[in-house]
């Protein structure tokens, strides 16, 4: 805004005009984005999208999972974001508990209706 020296008002409808038009939307944290023509954003929640994994790489229960490392780096989100998602399911009984040198290991293989819901 300081940039082009208008008001965030201004700014605002300009996005919203965009976002009816398809081009910008809106970002959780009262932000936008402009969207790219073949830009496909997966806009589910996290748990959902790891758990998701799960069935995507055929893994059985019993079979180690990925590490918060390995998964921050494939779905581009930090490592805190990532261990707060697997404790999530870890509660609901998908993983088990991991730790300090310890690999995480799959609990439970979700349906598809465990994996909407996640």
Known sequence: MSTY????????RAFRVLHEEGI?????GSRWR????GDVTDR?????????LI???GLEAGAA????????DRLGV????????LAQLEAAGLLTEG????????????????DSKS
Do not use: M, N, Y
């Open 99 to 114: 730790g300090q040198g310890r690999r995480r290991a799959v609990r439970a293989v979700p349906t598809q209706q465990e």
């Open 65 to 72: 999972f990925l590490s918060e490392g390995e998964l921050s």
């Open 24 to 28: 910008a939307e809106p970002v959780p």
């Open 78 to 85: 930090s490592r805190p974001t990532v261990s707060k998602a």
């Open 55 to 57: 069935t995507a790489e």
């Open 34 to 37: 402009v969207v790219r023509d």
């Open 44 to 52: 589910r929640p996290l748990p959902e999208r790891i758990a998701a």
């Open 5 to 12: 020296e208008v008001s965030r008002g201004v700014a605002l």
